[in-house]
């Protein structure tokens, strides 16, 4: 039995590829901007990008104080992450370390998007660097990241180049189609950070002494597998999409009607703007640092413990990219809030339905979406294209609160690239 996004190919010569083959990154980022519908969500996106300063995510617009705190010793890697960026830095020319660095302020800590739309054109792109360089990135991100994590970042960026060449767009769509930023400057004591974005990845890592803030975080993939050549059997995501159903799945009755918000993925009867032309149905995605994001569907504090163990572990798999000990230490602060936690699902608990869900806390909000085909002919949402999300509502995505509280000082990333 083949891969099912195979029955999704577009075929030779069909209107959405024609011609897109004589553009790489740039010029097809120029083209979308003026591109139907693409136009106006990039329009909206940008203003938000530039009119906007950094408050957080809330579930009714008043951020609630006290809920991180600076000095905790995590055992993040820190010193491994400080070895590996003085190692990139010095690797690099003058020009390229300016390119790179940026005050730990700067807004381009809010330039990540999702999309394979290349505007936001900050830092250096890997794709344009040597493969000696490329390492010295690379071992970034193996430094901040758990060994878990570091294979899963991989599989999507080599998913990325396995669906340029599934289409025929190697210069748009590869596996180093992701551009590398540095904040600040690297220190054991003092906050500093880096993000890496690109198409189906987004990370941003903030250290600060002995902690880190590792999200917004965005990893997903269209198809979500790779069947042939060097990579074949390569898979990624199938255990959230697992964990979901079987999160759902173990509910009562009475708690299962108060999870579903509504029974099918695209239903007719959701709200206006519920269904975003480039989110699909996840809230928390580029730009929406300040989102307001209302808690729904079940309380956690009414499930039964075993349930409510199950809503942790489903957050633990969320955070299997982060280290070992901050990866505890998110752990530990969500299960402290657990009885103000909400647990929501849109769609099918069938076999083969496509479905969205969101855990969402004080201090964490994870959302797991299937979504229609942008690579591929699907016009309705499959199980092959994913995407997920982890962010720290109430103002500590990018580690912002905990800046803050280390420089004394307002911290809203409205600074200069």
């Avoid at 590829?17 to 083209?31: E, M, N, P, V």
């Avoid at 979308?32 to 938000?48: G, H, Q």
């Avoid at 085909?373 to 997920?388: A, D, V, Y």
Wanted: charged share 20%; glycine share 10%.
């Amino acid at each position: 039995m083949g891969s099912l996004f195979r029955e999704h190919l577009f075929p030779p010569g069909h209107p959405r590829l024609s011609g897109l083959d004589r553009l790489d990154a740039y010029s097809y980022g120029d083209a979308v901007r003026d591109a139907p519908v693409v136009a106006d969500v990039l329009r909206n996106w940008m203003k938000l990008f530039q009119d906007e300063t950094f408050r957080g995510i809330t579930s009714d617009g008043v951020v609630i104080p006290g809920l991180f705190t600076l000095g905790a010793e995590e055992k993040a890697p820190t010193r491994k992450a400080v070895t590996a960026a003085a190692a990139l830095l010095e690797g690099l020319s003058p020009e390229r370390r300016v390119q790179l660095t940026h005050p730990l302020g700067s807004r381009v800590w809010r330039a990540w998007m999702n999309p394979e739309f290349y505007v936001n054109r900050y830092g250096l792109r890997l794709e344009e660097l040597d493969a000696a360089t490329r390492e010295l990135v690379m071992q970034l991100v193996r430094a901040s990241v758990s060994p878990q994590g570091y294979q899963t970042i991989r599989n999507v960026m080599r998913i990325n180049g396995f669906l340029g060449e599934l289409v025929g767009l190697p210069k748009i769509l590869n596996e180093h189609s992701y551009n590398i930023n540095l904040f600040g400057s690297p220190s054991h004591h003092r906050p500093w950070g880096w993000s890496l974005y690109g198409h189906h990845l987004a990370l941003n890592c903030l250290f600060v002494g002995g902690q880190q803030v590792f999200t917004p975080v965005f990893l997903g993939a269209e198809p979500n597998e790779i069947d042939t050549g060097a990579h074949a059997g390569t898979t990624v995501l199938t255990e959230h999409q697992k964990a979901g159903l079987a999160l759902i799945r173990s509910l009562p009755p009475e708690l299962v009607d108060q999870a579903v918000l509504f029974h099918r993925k695209r239903d007719p009867d959701l709200p206006p703007g519920r269904l975003h032309p480039g989110d699909e149905l996840h809230l928390g995605g580029c730009f929406q640092d300040n989102r307001i994001i209302g808690t729904e569907g079940l309380p956690v504090a009414t499930c039964a413990p075993e349930q409510k163990e199950q809503v942790l572990a489903l957050v633990d798999l969320f955070l299997g990219y982060q280290p070992d000990g901050p990866r505890t230490a998110r752990l530990t602060e969500v299960r402290r809030h657990l009885d103000r936690t909400w647990f929501c699902w849109i769609g099918g608990t069938g076999s083969d339905d496509a479905f969205y869900y969101r855990v969402q806390s004080p201090v964490i909000i994870v959302e797991f979406d299937h979504h229609a085909g942008i690579w591929l002919t699907n016009p309705e949402p499959e199980r092959f294209h994913i995407h997920t999300l982890v962010r720290t509502p109430n103002g500590n995505d990018y580690g912002v609160e905990l800046v803050r509280q280390a420089l004394n000082e307002p911290h809203l990333l409205d600074g200069p690239a």
